[in-house]
């Protein structure tokens, strides 16, 4: 039977205008959680690495979702392939981390040894099992669609294709961001990676609203022009657009005559973020995942087309825009706990402004949706 989902005393509807948040205890169940694992993380288009990061035949990537840990490869055909990564003898992990393993993936703990393409090689004394195939133990294979240059994966072998869900995404980013094909990953990362002590629902609420940032972000306000600013919402993602800047800010210094003279954040459902800050090209990718009801790890990879960060934007990134956001987050998760806290309403209005909230009601309504199925 179909554990039903907690009561909400106030609707989520259709409307923004009338309608109320998500309840607190869908941030802090147990049962909630399970959930998403299962019918989000599980079944969703997951950010793993930009495709210039695997360049060699043997380059791998390790990464957890939720439970379930993975890599994708580059394979000697050229492609770039995932599998689950374990060992189809005693279930230990293959790989760790990121770096080359040539051809050959070798389990630590007993040996069985696997070509690059996933199929089984040698395990040891095997010979000796009258019934062994060597052909029925390969590794399992997972999804994988090249988006943008980024390799994502899915663990549900009968998901929609990425494409078919967010071609319009990938025409948008690729219309804003000429240079996207020639960037490389830059070695190390504007915002650099975090532990939360915060829900990803938490961290992904605080990315997909900017009401917030006037009274928080008080260097980002200064050179994002907040009148100007836009966000627009669509079937799987979202946009926030500054169109206006300040050159001259409390942040960093923009040249007038380099890069990019506007910011844009898209977002993809359920937990991926692709992002531009004024100033010298450069395109950054990250992503929230869980790893506990209340923790969560923010990171993700920076490009730009000689792969090199700028400076002063990493530094306002890393030492001010994140532990802003950080500190936000943390201090909503140790409120939710409140029992004076249930509901909030969406602070919205008709002219769908930048600091208006339905980016944060689009988001909760595709969470419902989800964990409804």
């Known amino acids: 039977m179909k554990q039903a989902l907690p009561v909400l005393t106030k609707l989520l509807t259709n409307d923004a205008a009338e309608s109320y948040t998500l309840s607190s205890e869908y941030y802090l169940s147990p049962e909630i959680y399970e959930r998403e ?21 043997g380059d791998y990537i390790t990464v957890t979702i939720c439970d379930e840990s993975i890599f994708i490869i580059r394979c000697d055909d050229g492609e770039i392939h995932s599998f689950y ?12 981390g990121a770096g080359n393993t040539n051809m050959e993936i070798i389990c630590p703990y007993h040996a069985w040894t696997y070509r690059i393409d996933g199929n089984l090689v040698a395990a040891r004394l095997s010979d000796k099992r009258a019934d062994f195939d060597k052909s029925n ?3 399992k294979r997972i999804r994988v669609e090249i988006f943008c240059g980024c390799v994502f994966v899915n663990l549900d072998d009968h998901a929609e294709s990425l494409v078919s869900i967010a071609g319009d995404l990938e025409k948008d980013i ?19 990676e975090t532990i939360n002590r915060a829900g990803w629902k938490v961290v992904v609420d605080n990315f ?4 917030h940032c006037a009274p928080a972000h008080p260097a980002f306000a200064s050179l994002i022009d907040m009148k100007a600013y836009q966000v627009e919402t669509f079937k799987y993602w979202s946009r926030q657009t500054g169109p206006k800047i300040r050159n001259k800010n409390d942040a960093y210094e923009v040249d007038t005559d380099v ?4 910011a844009i954040a898209w977002f993809l459902w359920p937990n991926t973020t692709f992002n531009i800050l004024p100033g010298s090209f450069e395109f950054s990718i990250y992503v929230v995942r869980p ?20 400076e002063s934007r990493a530094k306002y990134s890393a030492n001010v825009l994140t532990p802003e956001d950080i500190a936000l ?22 002219e769908r402004s930048g600091i208006s909230e339905h980016g944060v009601h689009h988001f909760h309504h595709l969470l419902h949706q989800s964990l409804s199925c």
């Open 37 to 57: 694992k299962q019918r989000i993380f599980y079944r969703t288009w997951q950010y793993v690495a930009h495709e210039s990061m695997l360049a060699n035949v």
């Open 85 to 96: 990564n374990v060992c189809r003898h005693r279930a230990h992990e293959l790989l760790a």
């Open 137 to 139: 133990f390969g590794l």
């Open 174 to 192: 690729k219309s804003r961001t000429p240079c996207l094909d020639e960037m490389m990953y830059c070695g190390s990362d504007s915002l650099g």
């Open 208 to 211: 997909l609203e900017c009401y």
């Open 259 to 262: 890069g990019n003279q506007f």
């Open 291 to 310: 790893i506990s009801i209340d923790t969560c790890y923010f990171g993700g990879h920076s490009l730009s087309p000689d792969g090199r960060l700028h």
């Open 329 to 350: 987050c943390e201090s909503v998760q140790r409120g939710l706990k409140s029992r004076s806290y249930d509901q909030g309403p969406y602070i919205y209005d008709q």
